[in-house]
Nanobody, 119 residues
Framework: VQLQASGGGLVEAGGSLRLSCTAP????MGWFRQAPGKERTFVAS????????KYADFVKGRFTISRDDAKNMMYLQMNSLELEDTAVYYC?????????????????WGQGTQVTVSS
């Protein structure tokens, strides 16, 4: 299973970005992020075939995870971006349908896409 994340870039604080990731069917999916000098942390997860989601507290309703299994894609819509959201964002797939917030529960990882929020 190969995952390909895209959609990162440079955005001003308060702006929006939408990240995309290839999503194999029947796998729960997730987004994690890693800022410089920090550990990788959970951002959001969605089950298969969708409808159940989980978010990190810092998302505060700003991010939305979704999937389109007809296109084998997963998305992370990020609004009201803050400087603290600057990180490399990784998508991950889990060989089961249930959501999780633990990176150790995910079996496959994408290469990461850089998100930089400027003031």
């Amino acid at each position: 299973v190969q995952l390909q994340a895209s959609g990162g870039g440079l955005v001003e604080a308060g702006g929006s970005l939408r990240l995309s990731c290839t999503a194999p069917g029947r796998y729960a999916m997730g987004w994690f992020r890693q800022a410089p000098g920090k550990e990788r942390t959970f951002v959001a997860s969605i089950n298969w075939p969708g409808g159940i989601t989980k978010y990190a507290d810092f998302v505060k309703g700003r991010f939305t995870i979704s999937r389109d299994d007809a296109k084998n894609m997963m998305y992370l819509q990020m609004n009201s971006l803050e400087l603290e959201d600057t990180a490399v964002y990784y998508c991950a797939a889990r060989r089961t349908s249930g959501i999780s917030s633990y990176s150790s529960h995910f079996n496959y990882w994408g290469q990461g896409t850089q998100v930089t929020v400027s003031s």
